[in-house]
């Protein structure tokens, strides 16, 4: 009975496959396999979205990573280009300061003709703040001596100390061991423009030997008065900034503050010679020649 049963089980089975194969056939004959194809794609429609789905994102991905490197790339290239473009800027400006800075230069060398000028650069300075000491690049190979008054196109920078073959030292005008003959431009009364230990640390230097009765204010422009013939005549040295009474209380003195500023000399020039010119090789500082 049980055998029975179970080849009956197999029988209907295979009837029904028939069937269903029958049916699929009858559709395939009559549609065009549409009704195959409508059971196919059921079937592979949710493995091929999935498919797509994983292809795509792996596409996009990739697409992005690429995207991302490229702008990296593009960004670095940019960088570069900046800095380039900021280095050509920065080498434009000071190419443009140091020209008008030549220009201004050889105005004053037109406007002396009796001056023999020597241009020259600072090569190196004293370790402090201030330019109180600095070496050029010319020396007695070019003709420089000591005693020689270096400036700028702004005006008395200090005078040349020592000389090498193919350098020189420079004491600027606010060190101790600079002395230069003054004039008061507005009065025409003259003093001594010396430096000073505490006014030196801050880019200023002394006029000494101001009579009480001189009338001389802030503000009031100093030149070089061309006493001791150690300095040209008419050389801008800077402006009164401030007016003290002596401690003996005989005279007074006034802080100047120097037309040059000492934390930018780059290029100055050296007078060699000019008319009145005096060289004294006993008086390292010019102190009893420049007094007036």
């Known amino acids: 009975m049980e055998r029975f049963l179970k080849n009956k089980f197999l029988l209907g089975l295979t009837i029904v496959a028939l069937f269903l194969f029958g049916f699929m056939f009858y559709a395939f004959t009559n549609d065009g396999g ?19 789905g994983i292809f795509g994102l792996g596409s996009n991905f ?22 380039k473009y900021e280095t050509e ?3 434009n400006e000071a190419n443009k ?26 090569v190196a300075k004293d ?10 690049d010319k020396g007695s190979i070019n003709g420089i001596k000591t005693g020689c008054p270096v400036i700028t196109s702004d005006g008395l920078v200090g005078r040349v100390n020592e000389v090498g073959l193919v350098w020189a030292r420079v004491v600027a005008i606010i060190d101790t061991d600079c002395v230069v003959g003054a004039i008061v431009v507005r009065t025409n009364d003259a003093a001594v423009l010396e430096g000073d230990l505490e006014l030196s640390n801050k880019g200023l230097c002394k006029m000494n030997y101001i009579d009480n009765a001189i009338n001389i204010n802030r503000g009031d422009i100093i030149n070089t008065s061309g ?6 005549k008419g050389l801008r040295v800077g402006r009164v900034e401030d007016i003290k009474p002596e401690p003996h209380g005989i005279s007074q003195y006034a802080v100047v503050r120097p037309a040059v500023d000492f934390n ?26 420049d007094k007036p």
């Open 97 to 122: 300061a140091e020209n008008e800075e030549l220009k201004r230069l050889l105005g004053v060398k037109e406007a002396n003709a009796d001056f023999v000028f020597e241009y020259a650069q600072v």
């Open 227 to 232: 006493l001791g013939g150690l300095f040209p």
């Open 62 to 83: 990739i697409e992005r990573l690429t995207n991302y490197n490229k702008i990296v790339a593009e960004n670095e290239q940019l960088k570069q280009k900046n800095a």
């Open 264 to 289: 930018k000399i780059r290029k100055v020039m050296v007078i060699k010679s000019f008319e009145g010119q005096i060289t004294s090789t006993n008086n390292n500082r010019g102190v009893s020649s």
């Open 127 to 136: 370790p402090s703040d201030w330019f109180k000491v600095f070496t050029i």
């Open 34 to 52: 549409t009704a195959l194809n409508n059971i196919t794609g059921t079937v592979a429609t949710p493995i091929q979205n999935g498919a797509g």
């Open 89 to 91: 800027i920065t080498q």
